[in-house]
């Protein structure tokens, strides 16, 4: 008998998409169109009549099915009045567990699609239905009915489901769509694609029932198809996720030659899923375009189905936009990242969404405009590598203008001035009309920064196409006047990318000058037109900023020998050159007084930083460090103080400064570091602002370093500077190293006192050593430690042990600490020598002759 659900014809089910017109494709690419078998009586898509054929079984009857020709195969006697597609004829009346493979139904029946009825079953009942595409194809199933197959409980199937999985595993996967209901027929159909190849379709009911069945469509789909083979194209998918994609700008070259789109696009999705879509750029200036062609997401779900966009590479980047529902946009930002992430929840009948689809393209704006941003002048340069205006190789030009413009004549030499612009980009990609046809072309980029300054350049993205070092770019400490050598030159042919294949930006490509001047020479041969550099530059004034760093990206040095003795700080990260940095971001600065100095580094404010995760406590003399929930502190934003020589934190902020807590500051001996963390760290979202101080001061430090006599004392009431306390959280930090030294064999005896109540041992300590085996130094392990809890304590040293070390290690609230360490000897005799030199002895012998090398050893010590 014929039935409702069986009269649509092949047009309908597989080229409906096609046919629909634009104006409704646009909103949703589902809305099937209604079509008609050809023939008004034809009765399903292979069998055109149920009688009036000769029966293939028995050539004596005329009463069997009229297939459709060249594609319905007669069913035999036991269907005498029904046709199947050809291939799978056999399977009429018991369709299940059966396999469908392209090739084959492609040669039997001259179709790539066909019709899946499975039988009424009794429940608890089990069918499968293998998928097998040819390459280039993936597999499309349409769910038209299903009758007593399971319920939908609000958030998944129970008692039964049908679901396309991928491979030829027969274990269903909750995690993918399941469809269910007792009754339904959906209009348009439900759509689900596979796009690993071979897929199964599982029907199973798991409860008890009367009669269950459902009807489906399978198509094997061209990837290539315009409507139905749309799926992500133009990046790579991610390894060892689910439904992640990176896309990369240089991949991505043509009009609509990438593609973004949900999984399984334009069937329906997924639930519960997070896909993330990871957007970059290798230029500073390239932008990115998104242009949604197609979407619908459930209606009512703007919670749980939506499409967010980040500006960086993760979720806790700035939120740009969120999209829902079947609200198309076209959206335009700028790099270097951005994220796309769609959203899916529980499942929502009649499965009549399909999530969305969208073209990706990259903008790069080569033009004037662009180069301007940080251009200053520009001059023409000849292949001699002097300028057109004279013999200086510098162009007369104003440096002080803030309006750069284009020297006439010139094609690609520009001079970037530290007198204008602190930092910026160069790309020599926007200078139209370069390299010239007629021949070689040299490119001059000179930066020229102030008296104090030096240069920093990063290269991130070059192209050299020809051969045999015929083009090159050579980096001049300096100018490039004639007979001056490159430090360093890149010959063609060669490349770069900003980026390395997973989306990861590279390691910096930098140099550093070491006066205020730096030159790259492009150099292009006669038969290239392609070749490009670009990257960014920044004027680094070393009286004002201290030191730069060569060795490290983010690093300066601040020396209390040379240079400003007091001075404010702040971020180093703000630059262009640190554009191609993503992810974790360390950033050092620190300050090393000279053997008569001390150094007080203050943090005086802090912006609220961005991760919620950490906040700072002061507690006593204990200092003020970072809490936080997480496993490790590297992930979360901070600034802390730490030594310079053995990283030892001596205080910590995070979080939200709450009133009262700001200054921090630290008053050392040694070294100290200023460490700026940033835990996601990217050209959008550079983290926090501080500023901090510092002062140089001459400071009397740890006093005598050896003393010789017999009995003395060591009293830090006359050692150290008495330190002004401003605010309630400034610390001394001391590290001081004395050698109590005789030339005579003695028992040495301690007393170590102090008047402050500190329970801590961490805010202060003093540690008594014997000298090392070298005798350069104290020994690692310690005899004795006193801590200020004691309050008074006596040492009495063994025999013959007539050399010691005492170390003070302290960080305390100014003033502080406050201690006094006396000592006394018993002169060894020969009545009291009992026995040999012990190996103290031995070693303390070979100190005592030459006390020019513990000097020496000591004073390293000190100066680590």
Not at 621 to 649: F, W
Request: hydrophobic letters at 30%; a neutral charge; charged letters at 20%.
């Amino acid at each position: 008998m014929r039935t409702t659900y069986d009269k649509v014809s092949e047009y309908a089910v597989i080229k409906g998409l096609s046919k629909i017109p634009a104006s409704m494709r646009s909103n949703c690419l589902l809305q099937f169109k209604s079509f008609l078998p050809s023939l008004s009586d034809q009765v399903d898509l292979w069998t055109q009549e149920s009688t009036g054929c000769r029966c293939p079984f028995d050539s004596s009857r005329s009463d069997c099915a009229c297939c459709v020709p060249q594609s319905g195969c007669h069913c035999g006697e036991s269907a005498p009045n029904r046709c199947q597609q050809c291939g799978i004829e056999k399977f009429c009346s018991n369709m299940c567990n059966i396999t469908l493979d392209a090739r084959t139904l492609q040669a039997r029946s001259n179709k790539t699609f066909g019709q899946i009825k499975s039988p009424a079953m009794e429940g608890p009942s089990f069918c499968w239905y293998l998928l097998q595409p040819e390459k280039g194809q993936r597999v499309e199933v349409q769910i038209y009915r299903l009758k007593a197959v399971g319920r939908f409980n609000g958030t998944s199937c129970h008692g039964g489901f049908v679901q396309l999985v991928d491979g030829t595993d027969m274990t269903a996967k909750p995690t993918d769509i399941q469809l269910c209901g007792q009754n339904e027929r959906y209009t348009p159909p439900a759509v689900v694609f596979a796009d690993q190849g071979t897929a199964t379709l599982l029907f199973s009911v798991s409860e008890s029932t009367e009669r269950s069945q459902f009807l489906a469509y399978f198509s094997f789909t061209p990837i290539d198809h315009p409507d139905l083979g749309l799926q992500p194209k133009g990046g790579q998918r991610v390894e060892h996720t689910e439904c992640d994609w990176l896309y990369q700008d240089y991949a991505c070259r043509g009009a609509r030659s990438c593609l973004l789109a949900s999984p399984g696009y334009p069937g329906v999705y997924p639930p519960n899923r997070l896909c993330k879509y990871l957007i970059t750029t290798s230029s500073i200036h390239t932008r990115i375009h998104i242009k949604f062609i197609n979407q619908l997401l459930p209606y009512n779900h703007c919670g749980t189905d939506y499409i967010a966009v980040y500006q960086g590479s993760t979720s806790s980047g700035p939120l740009q936009t969120t999209i829902c529902g079947s609200r198309m946009e076209e959206l335009n930002f700028t790099g270097p990242n951005l994220l796309l992430e769609f959203s899916s929840g529980p499942p929502v009948p009649p499965y009549d969404y399909n999530g969305f689809v969208a073209y990706l393209e990259f903008v790069d704006p080569l033009s004037e405009e662009v180069q301007t941003e940080t251009t200053v002048k520009a001059s023409r340069t000849t292949e001699s590598g002097l300028t057109a205006y004279g013999k200086s190789g510098l162009a007369p030009v104003d440096e002080h203008t803030t309006n750069p413009r284009k020297t006439p004549n010139s094609v690609c030499d520009f001079v970037f001035y530290g007198n204008s612009t602190r930092s910026g980009h160069f790309d020599t990609r926007s200078t139209i009309g370069w390299p010239n046809e007629k021949g070689s072309a040299v490119c001059r980029l000179s930066f020229i920064g102030r008296r104090v300054d030096v240069v920093h350049i990063s290269l991130f993205n070059y192209d050299l196409r020809t051969s045999d070092c015929d083009s090159a770019i050579e980096i001049f400490d300096g100018t490039s006047k004639k007979g001056a050598k490159p430090v360093h030159k890149i010959c063609s042919p060669a490349s770069r990318h900003a980026r390395d294949p997973n989306g990861r930006f590279t390691d910096q490509e930098s140099y550093l000058s070491t006066g205020n001047m730096l030159t790259i020479l492009v150099r292009i041969g006669k038969h290239s037109q392609k070749e490009a550099l670009d990257g960014a530059f920044a004027f680094h004034d070393e009286k004002v900023a201290g030191t730069q760093r060569p060795d490290l990206a983010c690093a300066v040095e601040f020396l209390g020998s040379k240079g400003p003795q007091a001075g404010e700080v702040k971020s180093l990260a703000t630059q262009h050159i640190y554009w191609n940095i993503e992810g974790p971001l360390n950033c050092s600065q620190i300050f090393k007084p000279n053997f008569s100095q001390s150094i007080t580094l203050s943090i005086n404010s802090m912006s609220k930083s961005s991760d919620s995760h950490c906040s700072t406590n002061c507690d006593g003399d204990r200092g003020c460090d970072c809490l936080t929930n997480l496993m490790s502190l590297d992930q979360v934003d901070h600034l802390k103080i730490v030594t310079a020589d053995t990283g030892v934190q001596l205080a910590c902020i995070c979080g939200k400064p709450r009133d009262g807590l700001l200054p921090i500051s630290v008053h050392s001996l040694s070294p100290l570091t200023l460490v700026y963390r940033v835990a996601h760290y990217s050209w959008t979202t550079p983290g926090f602002n501080y500023k901090a101080s510092y002062q140089f001061s001459p400071d009397r430090g740890c006093g005598q370093p050896v003393y010789m006599e017999t009995s003395g004392i060591i009293d830090t009431r006359q050692m150290f500077g008495v330190i002004a306390s401003h605010g309630r959280h400034k610390y001394n930090h001391l590290k001081c190293l004395w050698l109590l030294q005789s030339n005579v064999e003695r028992q040495i005896i301690i007393e170590i006192s102090t008047s402050q109540n500190i329970d801590s041992c961490g805010a202060w300590n003093i540690s008594i050593h014997k000298p090392s085996k070298n005798g350069l130094g104290p020994n690692h392990n310690s005899i004795h430690t006193f801590c200020p809890g004691e309050r008074k304590r006596l040492y009495t040293l063994p025999w013959k042990v007539h050399s010691a070390y005492i170390r003070l290690n302290a960080l305390t609230r100014a003033p502080g600490p406050l201690f006094a360490v006396r000592w006394s000897s018993k002169i060894a005799t020969a009545n009291n020598r009992v026995s040999g030199p012990n190996d103290a002895a031995v070693h303390s012998a070979g100190v005592r002759s030459s006390l020019v090398w513990l000097l020496l050893g000591l004073v390293a010590l000190l100066m680590q």
